[in-house]
């Protein structure tokens, strides 16, 4: 294979992955701002925040995980959104992690709330694991805004006259 | 460090997106829930425990919950939902030693009472939530909306229907 293959190669996976993350958690934040209360009942499930936070955790996250899935679209944006989805999907693993230990027979909570919310289990954390290390992944491949060329610095430039 | 600041930025626009769709809904949500407050006093709090008469009739029929029932001795052997317990709220702790045995703390538990504004239900729910039951919904329309419905329903003091009649079985 190619350098060019592979670069190629390197950014189809890099726009699949971002196509993925996004809708996932476009859709699971979407849920969760038309519930909010449904998703109090299962964030209090978890019986890990305080209760007086239950409500603010419940308002805020649904649209980090909105606004962390459009900015997978923006190439600007792109690494922002992802460093988002891989911190929360590592908050997320750690919260089912702790429920599964201490027993807990709840639903995750991940995509709405009601009977057939899916439960709390090892599938949650795969699916975790696997937003983890996806958006990991579009961190890593995604050109960082700090590669643009150093011309723009102007102090940097004035330096060099000066000298 | 670029890609931090902007996701901090997102954080934070996520932050005022939060407040404007809130400030929009026909009841928002306090951003923090007043937890000196009792649950009967913070009817904030307390619309967050109830469970919906659809939920609470998928629980019964999937055995996925244990179910209260708040009201006196003598309702609750007039009829009440199969499998019920009895623990009225003005006799609690004589009551509650048949939760400690047979359910589990960790149990989703759903209590009625009378039904209307009838408390009995969130003075048990308080109760069980000091005894370490913490996983606890009410019921709100209570008795007044599950007597007349379709779901099975027994009579007697003894709860699961060992003793008492399933109105439902021929």
New interface residues.
């Given amino acids: 294979m190619t350098i060019e293959h592979h670069g190629a190669a390197k950014r189809a996976l890099t726009a699949l992955l971002c196509a993925g993350l996004a809708a996932v958690f476009v859709y699971a934040g979407a849920l969760k ?1 038309l519930d ?2 449904g998703f ?2 299962d964030l ?2 978890y ?1 890990l925040f ?7 955790v ?3 996250v ?3 995980e ?3 899935g459009v ?1 997978l679209f923006t190439p600007r ?1 792109r ?6 989805t891989g ?1 929360m999907g590592v908050s997320f693993f750690l919260s089912v992690s702790q429920a599964l230990l ?4 709840i639903h995750c909570g991940c995509f709405g709330h ?2 057939k919310a899916a439960q709390a289990g090892l599938k949650t954390l795969a699916i975790d694991v696997a937003v983890v290390a996806a958006s990991w992944y579009v ?1 890593r491949h995604s050109p ?3 590669q643009r060329p150093a011309a723009f610095d102007e102090s940097a430039a004035a330096a060099l006259n000066s000298a | 460090m670029k890609s931090g600041s902007r996701a901090a930025a997102l954080a934070f626009f996520g932050a005022i997106c939060a407040s404007i769709a809130n400030a929009a809904r026909p009841s928002p949500l306090p951003w923090v829930l007043d937890f000196k407050s009792s649950v009967v006093d913070n009817a904030a709090l307390a619309a967050t425990f109830e469970v919906s008469y659809d939920e609470l009739a998928g629980h019964l029929k999937q055995f996925s919950a244990a179910f209260i029932d708040a009201r006196s001795a003598e309702l609750f052997a007039a009829g009440h939902l199969e499998g019920a317990y009895n623990v009225p709220s003005d006799q609690m702790e004589s009551f509650a030693g048949v939760i400690f045995q047979n359910v589990s703390p960790a149990q989703l538990i759903i209590v009625y009472c009378d039904g209307g504004n009838c408390e009995a239900s969130h003075k048990v729910v308080e109760f069980l939530n000091a005894s370490g039951f913490r996983n606890t919904r009410i019921f709100k329309q209570g008795w007044e909306m599950l007597g007349p419905s379709d779901l099975p329903k027994a009579t007697g003091s003894e709860p699961m229907g060992s003793t008492g009649q399933s109105q439902g079985a021929p």
Avoid: F, K
């Avoid at chain 1, 305080?50 to 603010?56: E, G, M, V």
């Avoid at chain 1, 690494?79 to 988002?84: I, L, Q, S, W, Y």
């Avoid at chain 1, 201490?102 to 027979?105: Q, S, Y």
């Fill in positions: 701002i909010p209360r109090v009942n209090r499930n019986r305080p209760w007086w936070s239950l409500n603010a419940a308002l805020l649904p649209w980090w909105v606004l962390a900015a944006w690494r922002a959104g992802a460093m988002m911190l201490r027993g807990l027979d009601g009977e961190w960082a805004a700090a």
